[in-house]
């Protein structure tokens, strides 16, 4: 017997959109979400970025920068869905928070400046959002400024993008008298008066400007669309029902961007703005099922977007609040109630979840459960971090967790007076824990611990959330570079006697030694000692002194390396010759002879691999030469250029901000360690001298 019920759980899921806000900062991300929240009633009060007043920019750093830092979640009912919201950084020192957020979005709406047009974050966030597959919608923002036109940056989007517009809006009115928009689906005008949106008849004049964009959007539709295409054919016009489908399942499959517009400062275009996430973007129930990833029970397994499968959730930011540590998921399969035990599934470990919250930016709101779709906050896990998947004991599955950036800035850190050191390394750790392109390391031969991030306004913003979070006092430095010291042109038959007669047994050894360059790095200890006039347990002592003696060079108290060390002759005595005689005579012996040789002074060094922009390849050369920098490849196309150069390590410091000022924010580069390399005279004087 056939039914016309329908399903609850296929109703919910088609009622959810899980979506992102993405640009370039001071595009209008954070105010586009808080009119969203003003619009659908979440707030009562409108939030402004200048008065420190947004509900997703609530951490105190974010209102004394007035840019958002951390990726927010918020949520919102709108024409009977439910829309949640990950306000997402537009600084590209955070592109990190912007990663894992994508992995778990769904849709995103991206916002562009109708002066800047495509920015060149916007651009980054675009590409990242390419690489996850996740459909857009496109919003460009402040049409009341002076100098907005849609046209050019709706012309940016097809150029820098590569993306086809879809502009399904006309505004009414330029810069300061801009009022409303003519919907072009409909074709009827939105006007707003006071925050009161009003619909109508499109007027005389903008009818025939109207109707040569809306034949405009038929015909770019029909070349994209086949159905869409036998339409326009047969009638010469599309049907409102039919472009609307076309639309969105261009939206869907990524062939084309749906453009609309507006002010959100005035809270001019938001509505339809919200109407076209409900009509365009995908349902968690459009989402392909996803498939679990490695080696071991759960690998190929996949969840269908389905309360009813087993549960499958993804972590992807952990914070440390006043209540307590929070573990933000995106439920892909199965039901969570409070209380359920669930299973780490790369470490085995099971938890057991102690608070379901929906979440509010800064706010949480209990729930007793949460299914397929949903994004919310737990409260109880203690091993989670982001990237960790999370699913039913009995039905294990590893998703893919989001890519992780290498750090490319390090600062040193300490504590400051009155701190504990021990205090200070937990809050790095717990740093570390939640934002995991943030790398905390101790160099091994500086002793320094380093804090390495993506960013200089990544690693500060780092420090001041030690600071002003944990109480602690953080000294922050420049990371000391690590220089070696070598043999250039060594010494033949040094003769060392060690003799130390201080009442009982005595001290002898006797050692003639070769010092010699080794090119390729290193250090080689042999010997060459005939009839028997050092026994071997003695020529191992020597071999352990030289290498006490390789900790600090004759030039500046730097390790050695590149040398090659025989033992040539040697004499012992009866009683007083041992290992220790000869180690220490080792020690003394090598330090003399590297004393006597023509030293040098080495630095590390790291091949860097820069893409720039073609129009910004002369000042990234000349900035990698003053930096001492040699460059060994280039190459060109598709308007941009990938520049391969050997740089000093000590030169890079700073390079991160230097590179985004020289190119507009558009260049990247990737590093990686490099041979030792030598000194120039100059500079080493220079070093030598401080």
Known sequence: MRTNRLDPAATYLSAVRNLGILAHVDAGKTTVTERILFATGAVHKRGEVHDGTTVTDFDPQERDRGITIFAAAVSCDWDGHRVNLIDTPGHVDFADEVERSLRVLDGAVAVFDAV??????????????????????????????????????????????????????????????????????????????????????????????????RRLLEETVAELHPDALEEFCAASE???????????????????????????????????????????????????????????????????????????????????????????????????????????????????????????????????????????????????????????????VLLEPPSVADPVVSVAVEAGRGTDPERLSAALARLAEEDPSLVVRTDPETGQTVLSGLGELHLEVAVEKIRRDQGVAVNVGRPRVSYRETVLRGVSGLVYRHVKQDGGAGQFAQVVLDV????????????????????????????AGCRDALAEGPLGGHPVTGLRVTLTDGATHS????????????????????????????????????????????????????????????????????????????????????????????????????????????????????
């Open 116 to 213: 800047a047009g495509v920015e060149p974050q916007s651009e980054s966030v675009w590409r990242q959002a390419d690489r996850h597959g996740v459909p857009r919608i496109a919003f460009v923002n402040k049409l009341d400024r002076a100098g907005a036109d849609l046209d050019t940056a709706v012309a940016s989007i097809r150029e820098r993008l590569g993306a086809v517009p879809l502009v399904v809006q006309l505004p009414i009115g330029r810069e300061d008298g801009f009022t409303g928009v003519v919907d072009l689906v409909r074709m009827r005008t939105l006007v707003w008066h006071d925050d009161l949106c009003t619909a109508g008849p499109v007027g005389p004049a903008l009818l025939d400007e109207a109707r040569r964009r």
């Open 516 to 543: 010699e360059p080794m090119r390729e790095g290193g250090f080689e200890f042999r010997s060459t000692v005939v009839g028997g006039r050092v026994p071997q347990e003695y020529a191992r002592a020597v071999e």
């Open 575 to 690: 009683k007083d010759s041992s290992e220790p005689a000869f180690r220490a005579a080792g020690r003394f012996a090598l330090r003399e002879a590297l004393r006597t040789s023509v030293m040098g002074l080495l630095e590390p060094v790291a091949e860097v691999t820069v893409t720039v922009p073609e129009d910004g390849v002369g000042g990234v050369l000349g900035d990698l030469a003053a930096r001492r920098g040699q460059v060994s490849a280039s190459t060109a196309g598709a308007g941009s250029a990938v520049i391969t150069a050997t740089v000093p390590l000590a030169e890079l410091f700073g390079y991160a901000s230097r590179l985004r000022g020289r190119t507009q924010g558009r260049g990247t580069f990737s590093t990686r360690p490099a041979p030792l390399a030598p000194v120039p005279a100059a500079v080493a004087d220079a070093l030598l001298a401080r």
């Open 238 to 396: 599309l049907a409102e029902d039919t472009l609307e489908r076309a639309l969105r399942e261009l939206t869907l499959s990524g062939d084309a961007v749906v453009v609309l517009c507006g002010s959100a400062y005035r809270n001019r275009g938001i509505e339809p703005l919200l109407d076209a996430v409900v009509a365009y973007l995908p349902s968690p129930a459009d989402m392909p099922p996803v498939r679990g990833m490695g080696e071991g029970e759960g690998e190929g397994q996949e969840r269908a977007p389905d309360p009813a499968e087993p549960f499958a959730a993804l972590a992807f930011k952990v914070n440390a609040t006043a209540r307590g540590r929070l573990t933000c998921l995106r439920i892909y399969s199965g039901t969570l109630r409070k209380g359920d035990s669930v299973r780490d599934a790369a470490s085995g470990r099971i938890e057991r979840i102690a608070r379901i919250l929906r979440v509010q930016a800064g706010r949480h709101e209990e729930r007793e459960e949460a299914m397929a779709g949903d994004i919310v906050a737990v409260a109880g896990l203690k091993a989670a971090r982001p990237g960790t998947t999370l699913c039913a004991p009995d039905a294990p």
